[in-house]
Nanobody
Framework: VQLVESGGGSVQTGGALRHSCAAS????????MSWFLQALGKEREWVAS???????DYANSVKGRFVISRDRAENTLSLQMNNLKPHDTGMYFC????????????????WGQGTQVTVDS
């Protein structure tokens, strides 16, 4: 499975951005897809997940501001980020795991290349 991301960019505080992640190869085996954020000098942290049956989960820091969605027919995952804040700055990575969905970065099976988001105060 290959994951290719698009989106990202630079915005002012309060702005909005949208990420997309396209899966190819053998995406039918994917159960959980997630977004992770890695700020400069920090560890990669979980942001949001979408499970195959439709359940979504969010980190407390983005709840109410970010929306994760998945188009299974197109094999794409999206992250709509609203009301962005400076602490949302960093590299956003799309990740996928076969047969289950977990939040730990080291347990993901596949990763996208990452896209940069910068939120200016």
């Amino acid at each position: 499975v290959q994951l290719v991301e698009s989106g990202g960019g630079s915005v002012q505080t309060g702005g909005a951005l949208r990420h997309s992640c396209a899966a190819s190869g053998s995406p039918s085996s994917i159960y959980g897809m997630s977004w992770f954020l890695q700020a400069l000098g920090k560890e990669r942290e979980w942001v949001a997940s979408h499970k195959a049956h439709g359940r979504t989960d969010y980190a407390n820091s983005v709840k109410g501001r970010f929306v994760i969605s998945r188009d299974r027919a197109e094999n794409t995952l999206s992250l709509q980020m609203n009301n962005l804040k400076p602490h949302d700055t960093g590299m956003y990575f799309c990740a996928a795991r076969r047969y289950s969905c977990v939040l730990q970065p080291n347990l993901q099976d596949f990763w996208g290349q990452g896209t940069q988001v910068t939120v200016d105060s």
